[in-house]
């Protein structure tokens, strides 16, 4: 138990569909992401929110949407997905503002796009 | 551009010995570097922290190194086991606020009975 709670573990849909992924951390962390792993490729950050606000969009296409309520909550709205987008979706939280940071991952969201 | 790389994509040991996984970046000037270790299927876990003005550290089995001249890191496992076969992450941040955590592609351990 990371103290990340990622839902669902897996998601199959297909790229008509409208679906969410959600995250929720019990640490009391102020920062929040979102990364996508693929095979054989490195972590690829996606967004970053600090104390819920938006401070990372990296180049992701608009048919991720994400959303963040509060510090403790983070969304990841999906629509017309391509098969492409098939990945590992982790979220992962951090202190944020400290002098060292570490960020503490969920067990992530398996997607695969049909 | 700015990179992070890992030396190998796989690496396989006989148990009992001492992996060495390297992490080199280039166009980044990190106050402290990372590792983390991910099974397969699994978000990446915190292992090891180490700072720029540190040349070592060490936690019961793991030593990691930091060489900034050299822009690299060495993370050692000694007397491995099977059971630390994963694949292995270094990261760092890309600014002074840890918000923003690259990460390199990874190096994955087998190591064998």
């Known amino acids: 138990e990371t103290g990340v709670t990622q839902t669902p573990r897996h998601l199959v849909m297909g790229m008509t569909n409208k679906k969410s992924l959600k995250c929720e951390q019990h640490?009391?962390?102020?920062?929040m992401y979102w990364y996508k792993q693929s095979a054989k490729k490195p972590l690829e950050l996606m967004f970053v929110?600090?104390?819920?606000?938006?401070?990372e969009n990296n180049s992701v296409p608009s048919r991720f949407s994400p959303e963040c309520p509060n510090s403790s909550h983070l969304f990841l709205h999906l629509h017309t997905l391509q098969p492409e987008d098939s990945a590992l979706y982790l979220c992962?939280?951090?202190?944020?503002?400290?002098?060292?940071?570490?960020?503490?991952f969920g067990e992530g969201s398996w997607l695969t796009v049909v | 551009s700015q990179k992070i790389e890992q030396n190998s994509e796989a690496l396989n040991i006989q148990e009992g010995k001492t992996a060495t996984l390297t992490c080199n970046y280039t166009n980044y000037s990190p106050a402290y570097l990372q590792w983390y270790r991910q099974d397969p299927g699994r978000g990446p876990v915190f292992l090891l922290l180490i700072r720029e003005n540190e040349k070592e550290k060490r936690k019961e089995r793991l030593k990691v190194t930091f060489d900034t001249t050299l822009k690299q890191s060495l993370f050692h496992i000694t007397a491995s086991q099977p059971a630390d076969s994963a694949t292995y992450l270094c990261?760092?941040?890309?600014?002074?606020?840890?918000?923003?955590?690259?990460f390199g592609p990874g190096t994955r351990l087998s190591v064998l009975p």
């Open positions: 929110y600090n104390f819920k606000e938006q401070t």
């Open positions: 992962a939280s951090s202190q944020a503002r400290a002098e060292v940071d570490t960020i503490y």
């Open positions: 990261a760092l941040v890309r600014d002074n606020y840890g918000q923003n955590f690259v």
């Open positions: 640490l009391g962390h102020n920062a």
